[in-house]
């Protein structure tokens, strides 16, 4: 709850932001006063990368702007600044997977000596999607306040380049103000990708909607093989919706396949409807108003389908196509709009740089763009030479059953150094808090992939089981600082934990003994 003395202070806080922006403006348009009118860094696209970046430039006394602004979707959802993260991912995903679980907790609950009348079938999808909303309006309303602290110049505005020290601002009026500055960054981030089939922008879904959405879903169909396919499906069902996912040829691609299976498979056990090796070639409105699909499965077959929603996750493309890069001769991939860069983050143009998702290269998680447009602004502005490091960045999946990684897959460390030269540790375990629900543990499984050669190094470690992007954050800390086999089957374990369980890998694959822990 706010109280009134809060609502007063940032009612005051606001009022003078708007005073600093209309200042800001009016000073933009005067373009014979170079000092008001130029900037030290005008930064395009207020998410992760850009905020980061903008916060940052600031802090060391810097004259910044930043853009954003949002595009709404096929459906017409649009949000406020702050990005993907924020708005339509990491943020409302992790809590949807959380209210997810809490239906499964509440039966194994039972299990523990609770009495409850029921079992939870299925939430009020409107009230978790406003719980969830409201909240994601604060962080946007934070970062509003951060970049006045800041004195950052805020333009809720479409940026487009002029030439390359030149940016314009578009509003939503269609307003047209000029912005100048010695650097400039790209952080746009991007926007789910749509199939180039009859029905999919017109009456299908992304992941832009799914958070926003305000009436339940009913019967969806995901579409999607990939983090947000597997994470969507996975909270969907969770909340009682009868969910399907259409995977067109393997799931979780780069991952180490025997876990990207692992986890397909205990999606199925859960009840997910799994339909591999398909794709849509069609989708219409019939008359009951609900959704017909026509798939197409690899051998030419094809057959309908009726859903209530189709939820489209086949991939992002990069928000640059209406940046007029061709204006300064960026140099960018034609196939998903991302732009070359070097190890410094810069583009092929001197004094434009690069970073997040829209970047060749870098890994998509918040985390990484973070990091680099906090980089960037120390060593464009602070005589830092400080790279970010794209290699080994931890990662989790969250699925019903979440899968937690750092480093490489088994399939990518044979690949380069070959199987005499591997060896994978491995084991399957059984979390005990699972022990009185008679909850499936046939997918918790953890592997290591350690180099045979001396001093027998952890290339990649991989952890399938309950909270796994808590468990391998700390082991990422452990991998980057060089990890060792010796090391890790040298430290002691938490009892009783499932973590304890990685330091406790002593079972190679290539001994061909059951990899089953059995007891303490
Ligand atoms: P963005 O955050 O996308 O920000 C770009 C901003 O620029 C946007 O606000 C955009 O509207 C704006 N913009 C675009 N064009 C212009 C323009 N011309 N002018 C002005 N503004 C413009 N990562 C994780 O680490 N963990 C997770 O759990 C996770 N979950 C995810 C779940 C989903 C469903 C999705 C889609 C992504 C998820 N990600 C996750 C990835 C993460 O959200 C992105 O990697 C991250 O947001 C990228 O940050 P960015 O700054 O590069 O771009
Ligand atoms: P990806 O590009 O990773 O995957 C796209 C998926 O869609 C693949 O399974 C692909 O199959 C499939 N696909 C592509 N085209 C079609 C088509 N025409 N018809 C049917 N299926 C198709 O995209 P995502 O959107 O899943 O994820 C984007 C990025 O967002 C991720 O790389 C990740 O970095 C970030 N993210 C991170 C999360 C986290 O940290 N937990 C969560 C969600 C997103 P195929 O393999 O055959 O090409």
Redesign the pocket.
């Known amino acids: 709850m706010i109280n009134i003395q809060s609502r007063f202070l940032m009612r005051k806080v606001f009022i003078r932001w708007r005073s600093v922006q209309c200042f800001s403006v009016k000073h933009f348009s005067d373009k014979a006063s170079p000092n008001n009118t130029w900037y030290d860094l005008v930064v ?7 905020l980061a970046c903008a916060k940052e430039a600031a802090g060391l006394g810097k004259k910044v702007a930043v ?4 595009d709404p979707s096929p459906q017409g959802t649009h949000w406020d600044i702050g ?3 924020v708005n ?3 943020i409302p ?2 809590l949807m997977h959380h209210a997810s679980q809490m239906r499964h907790a509440v039966h194994c609950a039972k299990k523990y000596g609770w009495i409850a009348e029921t079992d939870l079938q299925k939430p009020n999808w409107n009230a978790l999607s406003n719980t969830i909303q409201q909240y994601v309006r604060s962080l946007n309303w934070g970062h509003k306040v951060q970049l006045m602290q800041r004195n950052v110049s805020y333009f809720n505005a ?2 487009q380049f002029v030439d390359n020290n030149t940016i314009k601002a578009i509003d939503k009026t269609k307003k047209e103000t000029l912005i100048c500055g010695d650097k400039i960054v790209i ?4 926007r789910p990708r749509f199939p180039l089939i009859p029905g999919a922008r017109e009456f299908c879904m992304s ?1 832009d909607d799914v958070f926003w959405r305000k009436e339940p879903l009913g019967k969806t169909l995901v579409v999607g093989g990939s983090y ?1 396919g597997l994470e969507c499906a996975g909270f969907l069902h969770g909340l009682g919706i009868d969910t399907t996912l259409m995977i067109r040829s393997i799931p979780l691609r780069g991952f180490d396949q025997q876990i990207a299976h692992l986890i397909v498979e205990h999606m199925h056990e859960e009840g997910i409807k799994i339909w591999n090796s398909q794709v849509p070639v069609q989708v219409s409105k019939i008359n009951s108003g609900s959704l017909e699909v026509i798939s197409q499965l690899n051998d030419g077959t094809t057959f309908a389908n009726g859903f209530d929603t189709v939820l489209l996750a086949i991939g992002r493309l990069a ?1 640059t196509s ?2 007029n890069l061709q204006n300064v001769g960026i140099k960018f991939n034609e196939e998903n709009g991302k732009i070359f860069v070097d190890e410094f983050d810069m583009t092929n143009v001197g004094n434009i740089f690069a970073i ?3 970047a060749v290269g870098r890994p ?4 990484v ?1 973070i990091k680099a447009g906090k980089h960037l602004a120390r060593r464009l502005f602070d005589n830092s030479n400080e790279l970010t490091d794209y290699n080994n960045v931890p990662t989790t999946v ?1 699925t019903p059953l979440e899968y937690g990684c750092i480093g490489m897959s088994e399939e990518a460390a044979i690949a380069e150094y070959g199987i005499d030269n591997v060896e994978v540790f491995h084991a399957f375990y059984k979390p005990l808090e699972y022990v009185l629900t008679e909850q499936s543990h046939k997918q918790c499984y953890i592997k290591a992939i350690v180099l045979c050669q001396s001093p027998q190094p952890i290339l990649g470690l991989h952890f399938v089981g309950p909270n796994s992007g808590e468990v391998v954050q700390g082991f990422g800390v452990a991998i980057k600082c060089g990890l060792t086999y010796a090391q890790l089957s040298g430290t002691t374990g938490i009892h009783p934990t499932c973590a304890e369980e990685i330091v406790k890998l002593h079972i190679t694959k290539r001994s061909g003994l059951d990899p089953t822990v059995t007891g303490c």
Request: charged share 20%.
């Open positions: 395009i696209g207020g998410g992760s990368g850009g853009l954003d602004y949002v990005g993907t993260c339509v991912g990491c995903k992790k479409k940026g952080a746009v981030g991007g992941s947000v928000s209406e940046l997040g998702d829209v998509e998680l918040t985390p763009a969250f």
